[in-house]
């Protein structure tokens, strides 16, 4: 279901979970299109010989990933602010999930605050965050 | 070797080290967008007439310097702690913007590997007429290897 | 009674949460726990002042610190003027024996935290720096762990005859209450939750799926 106005959005809910394209093909896009082109992000033996555990998708895209989800989840949002720790790596081409929930509503500013876990398979959290959206009002 | 924090403090926060200048094209707007995974017109169609780069683009913008040109080398590999972004305008195709950098924050805590030594820069992105259209936020952090 | 003992706030560096929201997201959820702590990293939150919040929300919420010391980090419960004057908070290198002994003379109560964790948990360091004396709480359950780390603060318990403590160790609002410490008696204030550990009245309970 997604959300049109501020109306809609009550506290608590749940984003749809978003499970986003981590393959090297789509990193290698997204790491040209940003100008990060660097081996660390789009070659796994380059990232090894760096001491990493293979090659990282970068923190901006995981940030983009979540801009993407709260978008799809709200098409009129405006984002306010996207701020992100990143608690271990987000290795290229292993798989992931991304969950949201509202963990506030201002009224009167129009705002929701959101949670946000990039996780991978074992449930461990990757990256955490969290979004200010402006909503229209209905 | 270690990073005396404090000198670093006094020496470097808050004092613009880095002003470069960025245009970002139709097509790498396209790219990232849909490399995120956003399917809103706006970031992904130019035919849109809201066509706009998606409000994490900020964050991509690399400034010229990585620190101040007098700050002494990190004792170990730099990598990314966490990004802020907080956009205010919409960045559109072709035009130029100004991106102002300085040292926002040093910090240490100790971690899994060791002593970790945090420094924010954030930059301010500006557009040809001075209206502010994003702040960006980057947590580099580096991880001091123990002395050999 | 049952309180989560671990939790950050935006006063921590990398803690994204504001209390108000753990206050709503514990009452609007029914998470099954009375109240928690905020264990901020290497400070002591002094100025705040949580008292009508709690009252609002009909929560416990307490104050305590996250250190950091050659064997990990360490939670402290029950820090007073006197026991910030000991030694300083915001050092990263303090020696555990001096923080556990400050605590002792102060009535305050320190307990290694996610102990099984690598580096900043206290079972890393037992080969090479030996079993530290004075430690008699650690945090054998904690909402971020991963890899097995509880498991290896449980059995590092179970080995030395450690009690332990739960906290969800909560950087953002929906982690509240993964972990928590249970309580036979009611714990309402700072001192309460420092006699209850000192007495041994408590067990660590989890809430993770």
Redesign the interface.
Known sequence: MTVATLDDVE??AQLPV?E??TSMT??R??A?????NRPRFTDHEAARA??LPGALV????S???????I??WA?PAE????????RAPVVVDERYSIAG?V??IDDQDGCV?I?L?VTNA?G??RV???ARVRLPKA | MSLDIDDLKERFLNQEFDAQTYSVST???V??????????PR?TDPEDPDFQA????A????AGRRLPDDFPPLPG?G?????????KRPIRPGVELTGRSHVHDIYTKSGRSGRMVFIVIRMELYDPAGSQLATADTSVVIRERPAS | MILDLHAHSIKSD?G???VR?YC??IR??SIPIDGFVLTEHRQFDAESDYRELADEFELTILKGSEVETEYGHVLVFGVTDALRAAFDFSNIHLPLAEVLEACERHGAVAAPCHPGRKRVGMSAHLETLGVPEGVRIVETCNG?S??GEDAVAQAMAERYGYLGIGGSDA?????IGRCATRFPAPVNTEQELVDALKAGQFEAVTFKA
Request: charged content about 20%; some cysteine.
């Open positions: 506290f608590g978003f986003p394209d789509n990193v896009r997204f040209v299109a940003a100008g990060w760096e001491g970068p923190g901006i895209m940030q983009g990933f979540l801009a993407a989800m978008h799809r098409p984002i306010i602010n996207v701020d992100t720790v990143f929930v963990t506030d605050e949670d876990t074992a461990e959290t955490f965050g969290t | 097509e790498s707007i790219d990232y967008a849909r490399a995120c995974g956003e399917v809103a970031y998606p409000p994490t683009f964050s991509s913008f690399q590999l990598m990314d702690a966490g990004k802020a972004v907080s956009p | 990398d994204r949460a504001k929201n709503q997201w609007s959820r971020g991963r890899d950087h953002i609002v929906s982690h």
